[in-house]
């Protein structure tokens, strides 16, 4: 690999992980969209808990576990289709080439679609245990008792938060695995496009989480129900 390459490979692993601590700074200065859904996650758990019936509740949870089994299977079939390629020998490897990489060395190839493997494989198993923590979170709103306090009420409610929190967490860095996947994609037309790709792709994640009107909306519904 070329310097520029080694450069911009380090530029893409910087923001790779920095990611979650510039989150968690901007989480204490100014919130985050993250940040502010902990919040209404655990006020939507003590809700449930003042609900005799509690359908809305997992009919709601069933729907993420829908959309997390939609994003995982898709991811699977990018994950083989990068694989065959990259594990295919080296006629399939002259043949991508022939397509779309030029006269790029093979080696630099593979390391290119290694990176995209990378990035697939840790948002697959993002997801999964992200489907795997929401059906304990439907398991505990079906097993959850009548409670007649409201102390009661509200520790349950922060147990069914404390499970469902790290579920859709876990969700999240599974999506943002597609965006780091796309900004390793833009490697194969050069390090400049991987520098570029993985700048534009880490500056919309953070302006999604903390300038965009989803973003505005969600932080002052927090204000609204945070007690």
Same mark, same amino acid.
């Given at each position: 690999?070329?310097l520029?390459d080694?450069l911009?490979?380090?530029?893409f692993?910087?923001?790779w992980?920095g990611y979650?601590?510039l989150?968690?700074?901007?989480?204490? /200065?100014?919130? $985050?969209l993250?940040?502010?859904?902990?919040?209404? /996650?655990?006020?939507?758990?003590?809700a449930? $808990?003042h /609900?005799? *019936?509690?359908?809305v509740?997992?009919q709601?949870?069933?729907? $993420?576990?829908? =959309?997390?089994?939609?994003?995982?299977? $898709?991811n699977?079939?990018?994950?083989?289709?990068?694989a =065959?390629?990259?594990?295919?020998?080296? +006629?399939?490897?002259r043949?991508?080439?022939?397509?779309?990489?030029?006269?790029?060395p093979m080696?630099?190839?593979?390391a290119?679609?290694?990176?995209m493997l990378?990035?697939?494989?840790?948002?697959?198993?993002?997801?999964i245990?992200? *489907?795997? +923590?929401?059906?304990?979170a439907?398991?505990?709103i079906?097993?959850?008792p009548?409670v007649?306090t409201?102390?009661?009420r509200?520790?349950?409610?922060?147990?069914?938060?404390?499970?469902?929190?790290p579920a859709l967490?876990a969700? =999240? +860095?599974?999506?943002?695995?597609y965006?780091?996947?796309l900004?390793?994609?833009?490697?194969?037309f050069?390090?400049?496009?991987l520098?570029?790709?993985?700048g534009a792709a880490?500056c919309l994640?953070?302006?999604? +989480?903390?300038? =965009?009107?989803?973003?505005?909306? *969600?932080r002052s519904?927090?204000?609204?129900?945070?007690p």
């Open positions: 690999m070329t520029f080694w911009a490979l380090g530029l692993i910087l923001c992980l979650g601590p989150l968690g700074l901007l989480a204490r /200065r100014s919130g $985050t993250n940040d502010d859904m902990l919040v209404i /996650r655990r006020v939507w758990m003590t449930m $808990t /609900r005799e *019936i509690r359908l509740d997992s709601l949870l069933g729907h $993420t576990i829908n =959309s997390g089994g939609f994003f995982a299977s $898709t699977l079939l990018l994950i083989a289709a990068v =065959s390629v990259l594990f295919g020998g080296e +006629q399939a490897m043949g991508f080439a022939a397509v779309g990489a030029g006269d790029m080696k630099l190839l593979e290119k679609l290694a990176l990378v990035c697939l494989a840790r948002g697959l198993l993002d997801f245990w992200s *489907i795997r +923590q929401l059906n304990y439907l398991a505990l079906g097993a959850a009548e007649h409201e102390a009661d509200v520790a349950l409610g922060d147990a069914a938060a404390n499970l469902l929190n967490s969700f =999240s +860095q599974g999506v943002r695995g965006y780091f996947a900004a390793a994609a833009a490697w194969l050069g390090p400049l496009w520098a570029l790709g993985v880490f994640l953070v302006w999604r +989480q903390a300038g =965009s009107p989803a973003a505005r909306a *969600i519904a927090r204000r609204l129900l945070e």
